[in-house]
């Protein structure tokens, strides 16, 4: 089940840093929020559509990647879909990219597994956003915290985190 905390600012002590991004930025903004199982199988962003009552595709799950051995970036797709490697490395301006261990993911955002928004980064990296995105009114990313989403409309988070569209994601087919 979802629980909206409201629109625009959150009250004090309670933002995340992808929250207190957005509020800088003056952007409207949702959030909702959702129980969490760590056991689940399915995948954060899955699990969170599920419990949320949310289309898949709608919710857009956060990956870090290390392109060409030299820098991080990030990779959102919908939850229905998978990271293309080969494509975000071309997104990029490299040749490969590989995903980055759980805990190197953590330290270079400050968020945990599950909870890693693209809004507030530790530390800044090139963002790129499925172009999936774009046929879509809203989109649900992590609002930095597991169990928190926070829905806004695609061109609004590229704006707000300066990322670009590309064809980064494989959609699973079910014949």
Not at 51 to 79: C, F, H, N, Q, W
Not at 96 to 125: C, N
Request: charged residues 25%.
């Amino acid at each position: 089940m979802s629980k909206k905390r409201g629109t625009g600012k959150v009250e004090a002590g309670a933002a995340t840093p992808a929250l207190e991004a957005l509020d800088k930025a003056g952007v409207s903004y949702e959030v909702l929020e959702h129980p969490h199982d760590p056991r689940t199988k399915q995948g954060f962003a899955l699990e969170g559509a599920e419990l949320m009552g949310l289309d898949p595709d709608t919710v857009y799950k956060t990956l870090m990647a290390r392109v060409d051995d030299s820098e991080d970036v990030v990779g959102i797709v919908p939850a229905t879909a998978t990271l293309n490697l080969k494509q975000l490395a071309k997104a990029a301006g490299g040749k490969r990219a590989e995903m980055l261990p759980v805990a190197r993911a953590q330290v270079v955002t400050g968020y945990i597994a599950g909870g890693i928004s693209p809004l507030g980064q530790k530390q800044p990296h090139r963002i790129f956003l499925d172009e999936s995105a774009i046929l879509q009114e809203a989109i649900h990313v992590s609002a930095g915290k597991r169990g928190w989403s926070v829905k806004l409309e695609p061109d609004t988070l590229l704006a707000v985190c300066k990322g670009t569209y590309a064809a980064i994601a494989d959609f699973k087919h079910h014949f």
